[in-house]
């Protein structure tokens, strides 16, 4: 059997939960609509660019390194 204690403390710790999911979803709505995504990896903006053009990034890459070679 569980003590009275052991009962509140799962009663505090849902609460806590409960708490920390509705600051979630405020942090989430203030961040505007990007947050829709909703923990896609990757999270940042500049990654995300990264990983899904990878064309452009690999043709900037080239270029720099044809401007650094010929210095």
Avoid: E
Avoid at 10 to 23: E, F, K, N, V
Avoid at 25 to 38: E, F, K, T, Y
């Amino acid at each position: 059997m569980s003590s009275p204690t052991d009962i509140s403390l799962l009663a505090q710790r849902q609460s806590l939960r409960l708490q920390l999911q509705a600051q979630r979803q405020v942090i989430a709505r203030q961040l505007g609509p990007d947050s829709a995504i909703n923990g896609a990896y990757p999270r940042s903006r500049t990654m995300r660019f990264l990983t899904q053009q990878p064309l452009p990034l690999i043709r900037m890459i080239v270029g720099l390194a044809a401007v650094l070679r010929a210095r």
